[in-house]
């Protein structure tokens, strides 16, 4: 260990001079070369600061040059300490084009990268050698700061499109082929399906709802269907629910058994075989839960990657939005914090490139109304909620508000918005007693 501490971290200053000299040669050069660094990407200290400088001018759209770039530093009384105007000559006398750039600041960046998981593996040695921290917990850290690591990796930027037109048609081809299957991952609802298509990989889907709607419900069922019937693997974080309670709901709603018979324990002796054999098909279920109170974005990305890289991920569901813990933790901030999660959310659906399923509450606001059926603005504590989501849909059971003239059990699952599709509703059959939702429709042969 003090060897490691010994050693010079790993760096190659001829590599960032030549990029500094090439920014300060040739205005592209700089373009280029902030798709790859960062201040922090340098080793030294100067080569940092001359950066930030040539940054800093480039960004006001003025020219950068040796007299510009040395009149910058100067003002920020920082030209002595980066080695003088003599340095910043060498600079560009050490570079007689700046045709390399990419070459040179790849080399930059990964010495950046070598240095940040030094840090980072260093941190997780005392960490584990400091007795006051769970294990858990430090095992969730070094995740999360390995993982902010891979994210600080080059974006591609842009690509033509000429080379996406022929992708395109091979997936207009494939879907054409198979148009009568579902394109995205199944819901296993056949009306709710054939109006969006499914859900698609990279997708965020909020599920909105007043409570006792049967939000969880209709998610859970949507886990069973994906889980149990495709056999494709589903993240479920519960920050309502303890995975018990999740997996008593799975069972009953499988065997068709009252959930509250099981949990008062007078269940019928007919009601053995119908629980035990969902117990059979359950146990093979590719279905994960996460009951982690208050669990961060950062954190369910990372357990969501750990989870994809060893098993497989088809679908993640989040069950609720507003139980998630936001960076400020102020109530007064709560629409902000709200805002940033369906951001981080939305991300992480790109990132791991699976739906993503959230769930979210409705404000009071629709108790107000005469019409109890709700709308996009009833989205509650933001407004983000909806320009983030790519498919917005709402529960509403008619019977909730009125038992004595709505159908029992009928439930309206209303697309309040769909990027890519039309909106509309469709009807389910919400089975309270199992809390399970089920097709209207019947199955085709």
């Known amino acids: 260990m003090v060897d490691l501490i010994d050693k010079i971290p790993p760096q190659n200053l001829e590599a960032e001079r030549s990029v500094l000299g090439a920014m300060l040669i040739e205005k592209e050069a700089i373009a280029k070369a902030i ?45 002595k300490e980066v080695g003088g105007a003599t340095y910043l000559s060498n600079l560009i006398d050490s570079v007689a084009t700046a045709a390399n750039i990419e070459y040179y600041a790849k080399i930059v960046q990964e010495k950046a990268v ?56 091979e997936t207009i081809e494939s879907l054409y082929k198979k148009k009568e299957k579902v394109p995205g991952v199944p819901s296993g609802f056949i009306d709710l399906d054939r109006k969006t298509g499914g859900f698609y990989a990279s997708n965020l889907i909020v599920v909105a709802g007043r409570p ?22 589903v993240a479920i974080f519960s920050l309502e629910m303890s995975r018990e309670e999740l997996v008593l709901r799975f069972l009953c709603s499988m065997a068709k058994v009252s959930v509250h018979k099981v949990r008062t324990g007078f269940i019928d002796k007919k009601d053995w075989t119908p629980l035990t054999n969902a117990a059979s098909v359950l146990s093979n279920a590719p279905i994960f839960i996460d009951d982690s109170p208050a669990i961060s974005v950062l954190e369910m ?38 805002s940033e999660i369906t951001r981080s959310l939305k991300s992480m659906a790109k990132e791991l490139k699976v739906p993503v399923i959230a769930i979210s ?32 849909t709402f529960i509403y059971r008619e019977d909730y508000y009125d038992a004595k003239n709505a159908l029992p059990g009928v439930t309206e699952i209303i697309i309040g918005k769909q990027r890519n599709g039309p909106t509309g509703s469709v009807k389910l059959k919400f089975l309270n007693e199992y809390t399970s939702f089920e097709n209207l429709t019947k199955q085709p042969e």
Do not use: W
């Not at 990657?305 to 609720?320: A, M, N, P």
């Open 114 to 169: 070598l240095r940040n998981l030094i840090r980072v593996a260093t941190q997780i040695v005392t960490d584990g050698y400091t007795d006051t921290k769970d294990v858990s917990e430090i095992l969730d850290q070094a995740e999360q700061a390995i993982f902010g690591i891979t994210q600080s990796k080059v974006q591609p930027g842009f690509i033509p499109v000429s080379e996406m037109v022929h992708g395109s048609i």
């Open 35 to 79: 798709d790859f660094l960062r201040e922090e990407s340098f080793y030294s200290e100067a080569h940092q600061k001359i950066f930030q400088a040539i940054i800093d001018i480039y960004d006001k759209n003025k020219a950068v040059d040796f007299v510009t770039v040395a009149e910058e530093l100067k003002k920020a009384k920082l030209l």
């Open 301 to 338: 990305k990372a357990r969501s990657r750990r989870l994809q890289s060893e098993r497989g991920l088809s679908l993640v569901i989040v069950d609720y939005l507003q139980l998630m813990p936001g960076r400020t933790g102020r109530s007064e901030y709560r629409q902000q914090d709200i």
């Open 361 to 392: 509450q409705l404000s009071r606001e629709t108790e107000k109304r005469t019409s109890k059926r709700p709308q996009l603005s009833d989205l509650r504590e933001s407004g983000a909620i909806e320009q983030d989501a790519d498919l917005v």
């Open 212 to 233: 006792s709607m049967g939000k969880t419900s209709f998610c859970l069922s949507i886990a069973r269907n994906v889980g149990v019937n495709e056999s494709l693997p």
